[in-house]
């Protein structure tokens, strides 16, 4: 039986405090059920995100809610040992696990995590030239002051890349989908991990924007050239946009 969430632990209040005590305690699975429950696309939805930013040898470049690093590490390859990129997340169990990672990773001289809150990035203005998030801006409590604190810190003609889970649109695709989303990922969850993390996982992509919602929040907050396109069916969406 899945576990009943209130809410204000997917879009009130409490968010914030519920999310980053959910993920201190998932952080020893994370990786494990990221690729066992996406039977590892994950990566590739990475791979894609990672692309999709832009950027050259010698860049900088910054992944918020970095988790356990694996963008920033993807990211790392982009921009080679001349660049550089910065992970940041609010939680340190993740952090400290994608810090074990990046020191094994070919280019640990250049990727640097830092703790720190999406809502308040404690990085100067106009310093990246690409900021990424993947899966995570659905868990930030306001994703416009998110997406504002993103567009401050990017360079003018620096580039946001958001990937996150959608809806899937496409019939029979999207009910068998959601069969699964819904019922069976948060019960192997549950027998891996813990269960509420993953009843809140299929609970925040119901409450999060449809994909041209999300579009019409980042041109509020100063993005132009906002696209967005699906990945897998549908599953996730990459959004991104420039700042002029």
């Not at 994950?42 to 995100?49: I, K, L």
């Not at 340190?92 to 280019?107: F, I, N």
Request: charged share 20%; proline share 4%; net charge positive.
């Amino acid at each position: 039986m899945s576990t009943i969430l209130d809410k204000s632990q997917v879009v009130g209040e409490q968010k914030g405090a519920y999310v980053r005590n959910m993920f201190a305690r998932i952080a020893p699975r994370y990786d494990l059920l990221n690729s066992l429950l996406s039977l590892r696309i994950h990566h590739y939805w990475r791979e894609v995100a990672a692309k999709e930013a832009k950027l050259q040898q010698g860049d900088s470049a910054l992944d918020v809610c970095t988790g356990t690093a694996d963008l920033a590490i993807r990211l790392a390859k982009e921009v080679g040992t001349d660049g550089a990129v910065v992970g940041v997340d609010f939680c340190l169990p993740m952090l400290q696990l994608g810090y074990t990672k990046v020191r094994k990773s070919a280019h640990h001289r250049s990727t640097t995590l830092v703790l720190g809150d999406a809502l308040a990035l404690p990085f100067a203005a106009n310093r990246f030239r690409a900021v990424t998030v993947a899966f995570g801006i659905r868990n930030v409590v306001d994703i416009r002051k998110a997406f504002a604190e993103m567009w401050r810190v990017l360079k003018p003609g620096g580039r946001v890349v958001c990937l996150e889970f959608s809806h899937p649109r496409r019939e029979p695709f999207g009910s068998i989908y959601n069969l699964y989303f819904h019922h069976l990922l948060p019960f192997i969850g549950g027998l891996l991990s813990h269960q509420d993390a993953y009843t809140y996982l299929p609970t925040s992509v119901r409450y999060f924007p449809e994909r041209e919602q999300l579009a019409q929040m980042m041109r509020e907050v100063g993005f132009v050239e906002v696209t967005w396109r699906e990945l897998t069916s549908g599953i996730v969406c990459i959004h991104s946009g420039v700042k002029p």
